[in-house]
């Protein structure tokens, strides 16, 4: 479960997102909005990159708190950006290396993921060589690394072609089925009838709701 209490994100005098008190059962969740309405703002918020007022928490007979308990949070909630940008001179090799010893995961699974979506041939190369979209399939691969409690997808449909978006659908509905991994994904895309969501958060105004 996440526990948001009085959460506000202001960037200087401005507010840019408030969540008012709000749990959020395991599952998965679809967030809607328009353009610049705060989505990535929260996702950000949530995956530790954003500094906000108020307070998160993670789980439910010992919640983890984000501003005490930030590295054991962190550890339980991966996250891919829209427009992912690493270091141009970094491969993919080194990326994964490095999320599998912070998230203490299998890097031979990484690989297994990135050869289904035909970029582990370019495992040695620098991502600076990428195409948009190679470093995209990479991003989502990163975010499914290790035992996450939850994983936040942002525009995750965005510059994949067909084949690699019924994967990715395909990953999200076995890991939430098999493994019980909580989502919490932000598309202005259509899943179609790829993913079940348990439920629709909204922001409007500034504030992110659960959607009617």
Known sequence: MLQFRKVEKYYGAHLALTVPDLELQKGMYWIQGENGSGKTTFLKMLAGLHPFKGEIFLGYEKPLSILKDRNEFLKKVNYAEAEPLYPPFLTAKDLVELYAATKKADIDAAKQQLEELHILDAYH?????????????????????????????????IT????????????????????????LISSHQSFADGLKFTGKLSVVEKKLQVAS
């Open 160 to 183: 994949i072609d067909v084949a690699a978006v019924e994967l990715v659908c395909k990953w999200i509905n076995d890991w939430h089925a098999r493994k019980g991994i909580s989502f």
């Open 125 to 157: 190369q620098p991502v600076g060589t990428y195409s948009s979209g190679m470093v995209k399939k990479l991003s989502l691969v990163l975010a499914f690394m290790g035992n996450p409690d939850w994983i936040l997808l942002d525009e995750p449909l």
